[in-house]
C-alpha cells in the first residue's frame, strides 16, 4: 500500500508511521477490493491505543505486566492501558431486578438448541452447474416415487444412490443439533413428523437429498436460576464495554487528530 494514497495520521502532534499502519491493518478484515478499509480500521485503532498511553502517562500510572497463560505476557504499552481501564471504568454489579429483567424479556434466548436424528438421500450436484442440478433433480424425484409407491425402503435406496458416506448405514446421519446442518435442511426437518420422509426434493449447496425425519427433542427454556449467572456475567461486560468506550470518546473529542476520523460509535 503506497503511503501517497493515505493521509499521515498525527496524535497530537505525535506521527503514527505508515508502516505501523500496515502492519497492524493485517489484523483487520476487509474486501479485497476495498483495502482502504482495512487501512482505516488500523488507523483508528492505533489512534485510540495512542491516546490511552497518553493518557495513562498523563495520569501517571504505572503497570506490571501480567502472564497471560499459553506463555504470553503482556508487554507493558497493554499493561499500562489495562491499568488505565481498570482505574477509569466503574465495575457495578447488576442488580437483582435488572438480571431478572434481562431474562424475562426474552427467555428463548437460552433455550437449549433442538435435537434431531435424521438420514437423507444425497443426489450430489455443486451449486451453479445447472446441467448437474436438473440431473439429480431428475433423480430424486425418481426415487421418491419409487419410495412413495413402497418399491423400495428407504434404506436400500441409500445405499445404492446416495453420494454421502452415510449411505453405508442406510442415510442414517445420527443424533445432531439445529445448526449443524444446511438451513433448508433443517427446515425441511421441522415440516416433518417423526418417521415421514419429505415428499419433496430438498436442495441445498451440496445438492438434492431426500430427508427423513426418525426423532426431533425441541430444546427446553431453562429457568432462570439455571441462566443467573450467565446473565450477570453478560451484563456486567456490556456495563465495563459502554465504559470503556465513554473513555475513548471523552479521549477521542478533546484530542487534536489529523488523517483519522470517528463516527458516531467509534467504530
Not at 431478572?100 to 443426489?123: K, V
Not at 427423513?212 to 427446553?220: H, P, Q, S, T
Amino acid at each position: 500500500m503506497a503511503e501517497s494514497f493515505f493521509p499521515d495520521v498525527v496524535v497530537n502532534g505525535c506521527r503514527i508511521p505508515h508502516a505501523a499502519i500496515a502492519a497492524e491493518a493485517q489484523n483487520h478484515e476487509a474486501p479485497r477490493t476495498k483495502p482502504g478499509w482495512a487501512w482505516r480500521k488500523a488507523a483508528r485503532a492505533l489512534t485510540v491505543r495512542a491516546l490511552l498511553l497518553e493518557e495513562a502517562a498523563r495520569r501517571g500510572l504505572d503497570a506490571i505486566p501480567r502472564q497471560l497463560g499459553d506463555g504470553l505476557r503482556e508487554d507493558g504499552d497493554e499493561a499500562l492501558i489495562r491499568v488505565l481501564l481498570e482505574a477509569s471504568v466503574a465495575s457495578e454489579a447488576p442488580s437483582e431486578k435488572q438480571l431478572r429483567a434481562f431474562y424475562d424479556a426474552a427467555p428463548a434466548r437460552f433455550r437449549a438448541p433442538t435435537l434431531y436424528e435424521a438420514a437423507h438421500i444425497l443426489f450430489a450436484a455443486p451449486e451453479g452447474d445447472e446441467a448437474a442440478r436438473n440431473t439429480a433433480r431428475a433423480r430424486a424425484t425418481e426415487a421418491l416415487a419409487a419410495l412413495m409407491k413402497g418399491d423400495v425402503s428407504f434404506e436400500a435406496l441409500a445405499q445404492a444412490e446416495s453420494a454421502c458416506g452415510s449411505s453405508a448405514s442406510g442415510g442414517r446421519l445420527g443424533q445432531f443439533c439445529a445448526g449443524d446442518r444446511a438451513p433448508e435442511f433443517e427446515a425441511a426437518l421441522d415440516r416433518l413428523k417423526p418417521g415421514a420422509f419429505a415428499r419433496e426434493p430438498v436442495e441445498t449447496a451440496f445438492g438434492v437429498h431426500i430427508v427423513r425425519l426418525d426423532a426431533r427433542a425441541e430444546g427446553e427454556t431453562p429457568p432462570f436460576e439455571m441462566v443467573r449467572e450467565r446473565i450477570r456475567l453478560a451484563l456486567e461486560k456490556q456495563a465495563w464495554t459502554r465504559g470503556a468506550r465513554d473513555l475513548v470518546a471523552e479521549l477521542v473529542a478533546r484530542a487534536d487528530l489529523r488523517g483519522v476520523e470517528f463516527d458516531a460509535a467509534l467504530g
